[in-house]
């Protein structure tokens, strides 16, 4: 067979569902294959929004997304995607195309190093040389990007090699276990965890994983140990528990930052360095137990004094099998904390002023989603209020991005998750600027037939610096700008369009919206001028007892 039919079926040995991509003619061969494939080709309308697809597809089900273009420009399309996938921790496979490398008559036209330039934002990237060396070379890229940590992949196909004959056939995957923690480490643990008297839990990126999820809301139910997530840990366990002491969606001085400040153990699951602190280490009041399926990386304000290093499920899991709860575990002070938070998080939800508030957004969003609903989060200041006010019951029911926090990532994010949960209630929500770096994908929903709602946040500006520009004093200059008409917008693409004139009308638009099916936009102005006072108010400290900002007496 062909070498590029070879390619296909190594791809077909490993499961593939779909490939998402824009073609060139150094694919055509690979294409052709394609055409007589059990894969799935996803044509999109710009290459970041395949890459940013595949990488949501594998965020969700754990297997390599793949997403394919041609060189050139076509490959360095890709680079925005291989770093979302490689800081996000996403599983992803990237495929190029490339000229001839045996004969060549173009010179260096369109040519560039790709191998090179994926390196520093890849688990492994390889230059394909041999029809022969297929099989291996696409083990190996899967391999690398699903073993923990998941990263990006890529392997560049010539096309003359593309074109060879071979009689090589795929490699199938070997049956493999990710190591378990060893029993010293398990009683170490236990027997910090016995000592302390404030401990609690922090679930991070790593932990947002099935089974992982599991063993967490068992473990929680069983010792009652309060917990905090990070952005990337949203939704592992249920956010409705009286336990959750909140997100970290600030940078520092919030609810669950004063949490972590009075513990006195921090059970650190799933911890990540690509998000942001979510406490330092450097005051040595506190013990920290690293949960992850691979050891720490020590820097100057994280050195966990003790770790359970193996699959993080199987870790948690032996925890709760080995301690009981303590009854001298004292979490009367965090008590306080989720009573003031669950005050401060209602503050303007009932709100209906026009342009709606974020917070009343966020609140009939949740009413309109069911808890399997899944919101696809673009980069902007609402990340932050959805971070922080926006209950996840499930993971991966909120799809944000804290790590590389591109723009342009919402909508091809939530078409990914319409593939992979088609019986779901799937919502991209944008800002007018995310929203527009890959608008013309909209088109690729159509096209699928998905029934797909995107709400854009339209303040007709780059929203998120301007409001950082004005709290550090400069002049408003340089972020403003025109949007389309986005009701005609969507219609142009042979979606619905809505425009909201009343907070009122929200609810009610979306939910008709799902039930007609079809692609639905609705363009809804927001009003952001509550970011400072509400959404980044300092919390005192416990030595000041925990006050719900703005109410004039303690929580307590």
């Not at 209906?352 to 957004?361: G, S």
Request: aromatic share 8%.
């Amino acid at each position: 067979m062909k070498a590029s039919e070879l390619f296909v079926r190594c791809l077909e040995n490993e499961g593939v569902e779909y490939i998402f991509g824009v073609p060139g003619e150094e694919n055509l061969d690979l294409l052709d294959a394609l055409s007589r494939s059990t894969i799935r080709l996803i044509l999109t309308r710009h290459e970041q929004a395949a890459g940013f697809m595949a990488a949501t597809y594998g965020r969700l089900t754990g297997k390599a997304g793949v997403c394919l273009a041609t060189l050139g420009p076509g490959a360095t399309n890709l680079v925005t995607p291989a770093a979302y996938a490689q800081l996000g921790a996403m599983p992803l496979l990237i495929i190029t195309g490339q000229k001839p490398i045996h004969t060549s008559k173009q010179g260096h036209f369109q040519i560039i190093d790709v191998v090179d330039m994926m390196s520093p934002i890849s688990k492994y990237t390889r230059q394909i040389v041999s029809a022969a060396a297929i099989p291996a070379r696409v083990r190996n890229a899967f391999l690398r990007a699903e073993e923990e940590r998941p990263g990006a992949a890529h392997l560049e196909l010539p096309e003359d090699v593309a074109r060879e004959e071979t009689e090589a056939a795929p490699i199938r995957a070997s049956y493999h276990r990710r190591p378990v923690v060893e029993d010293k480490a398990v009683a170490h643990a236990v027997e910090l965890l016995r000592a302390a008297r404030r401990p609690v839990l922090l679930i991070g990126a790593g932990a947002n994983r099935k089974m992982t999820a599991k063993m967490l809301r068992a473990f929680v139910s069983r010792q009652g140990i309060p917990f905090v997530t990070t952005q990337m840990g949203k939704g592992v366990v249920d956010e409705t528990d009286p336990r959750f002491l909140g997100n970290c969606a600030l940078s520092a001085d919030d609810f669950p930052h004063r949490a972590l400040e009075a513990a006195d153990l921090i059970l650190n699951v799933g911890h990540d360095v690509v998000e942001k602190p979510p406490f330092f280490m450097n005051t040595g009041r506190r013990t920290v137990i690293h949960v992850n399926f691979l050891p720490a990386e020590v820097d100057p304000v994280y050195f966990p004094q003790a770790g359970l290093i193996g699959d993080i499920a199987n870790s948690i899991w032996r925890l709760n099998e080995a301690l009981e709860p303590q009854a001298h575990w004292d979490f009367g002070y965090f008590e306080q904390v989720a009573e003031a938070l669950r005050e401060h998080t209602c503050r303007g939800r009932d709100d209906d002023r026009f342009p709606v508030l974020p917070q009343h957004l966020v609140q009939v969003v949740r009413s309109v989603l069911p808890d399997d609903g899944i919101v696809a989060l673009d980069n902007g200041i609402y990340k932050i209020w959805f971070a922080r006010n926006y209950p996840a019951r499930q993971p991966n029911t909120v799809l944000l991005d804290n790590a590389l926090a591109s723009m342009g990532a919402g909508l091809p994010s939530a078409m990914a998750a319409k593939l992979v949960h088609p019986g779901r209630r799937v919502l991209a929500v944008c800002g007018d600027g995310g929203f527009m770096m890959n608008s013309q994908d909209l088109e690729t929903a159509v096209r699928l037939r998905q029934d797909l709602v995107v709400l854009i946040l339209n303040d007709s500006a780059y929203g998120m610096i301007r409001w950082k520009q004005a709290q550090m004093g400069f002049q408003d200059f340089g972020l403003s700008f025109r949007n389309p008409d986005f009701v005609k917008y969507a219609e142009s693409y042979g979606a619905s369009g809505h425009r909201i004139e009343s907070t009122a009308a929200l609810g009610e638009t979306m939910e008709n919206a799902y039930a007609a099916g079809g692609v639905h936009l609705i363009d809804l102005p927001v009003d952001y001028s509550q970011n400072g006072p509400v959404l980044f108010e300092e919390i005192p400290r416990e030595s000041a007892r925990v006050r719900a900002p703005g109410s004039d007496a303690p929580a307590t």
